[in-house]
Structures are given as structure tokens and as C-alpha cells.
């Protein structure tokens, strides 16, 4: 498994900014996309965005097109979430998600799906 560890998260009023970060560790892997999930209380979680680690392609949600930005840093292993113009409906816990592969060996490798702990984002009103 990759390790991802999240920060940013914080409490603003609407119209306000935040930015998540997301930090990949592990060993023998490579990325091959990174992004972002949200759940807010008694709700499913839902597809915020993600990045392509190679080629740099995004994908967002129709929800947050327009106000977040996705983006990477590839030597850092870090993805981030810019959020600009928070709405309350976007108040949730926001997950890291990361698609790698692991080869601990060149006769072995595998693919891994793995989340973040979850950090809080709070817009009031």
C-alpha cells in the first residue's frame, strides 16, 4: 500500500479559499492518478477531482468546475486541491485517493487503491 497523509482542511466563511495537500509515500511505486473525494454527513462520497501524474490531464465535478483547481507536484509526490469560492454545500470531509502501481520486484507488481485519513472542511454561512 501507498501511505497518504492530507492537510489543509480548516473552517471560512463562504466565498472564502482553502488549499488541500496530499502526500504519497511508500515504496517501489509510481503514481498513476491522484485526486480528491468529499462526504458530508449523511451523504455518500463523491468524485471531487483528480490528475493524470503523467500526462497532467484533470477531471472535476460538475459541482466544483470553475472553483477548485486540482494539480501536482511530481517530485514531491503530492497532489493538491486550490479551492476557491466556498459554497456551505461544500462543507464535507475531504479524502485523498491515489491510484498506483507497486513493484517490489521486477517478476512482481500490483495495483493499489488507497485513501487518505480524511480532513475537515467547514464553509459558514
Known amino acids: 500500500h501507498v501511505q497518504l497523509l492530507e492537510s489543509g482542511g480548516g473552517e471560512v466563511q463562504a466565498g472564502g479559499s482553502l488549499r488541500l495537500s496530499c502526500a504519497a509515500s511508500?515504496?517501489?511505486?509510481?503514481?498513476?492518478?491522484m485526486g480528491w473525494f468529499r462526504q458530508a454527513p449523511a451523504k455518500e462520497r463523491e468524485f471531487v477531482a483528480n490528475i493524470a501524474w503523467s500526462e497532467g490531464n484533470t477531471d472535476y465535478a460538475d459541482s466544483v468546475k470553475g472553483r477548485f483547481t486540482v494539480s501536482r507536484d511530481n517530485a514531491r509526490n503530492t497532489v493538491y486541491l486550490q479551492m476557491n469560492g466556498l459554497k456551505p454545500q461544500d462543507t464535507a470531509i475531504y479524502y485523498c485517493?491515489?491510484?498506483?502501481?507497486?513493484?517490489?520486484?521486477?517478476?512482481?507488481?500490483?495495483?493499489?487503491?488507497?485513501w487518505g485519513q480524511g480532513t475537515q472542511v467547514t464553509v459558514s454561512s
Open positions: 511508500g515504496r517501489s511505486f509510481s503514481i498513476y492518478t
Open positions: 485517493q491515489s491510484h498506483t502501481k507497486i513493484c517490489p520486484s521486477v517478476e512482481s507488481c500490483w495495483s493499489s487503491d488507497d
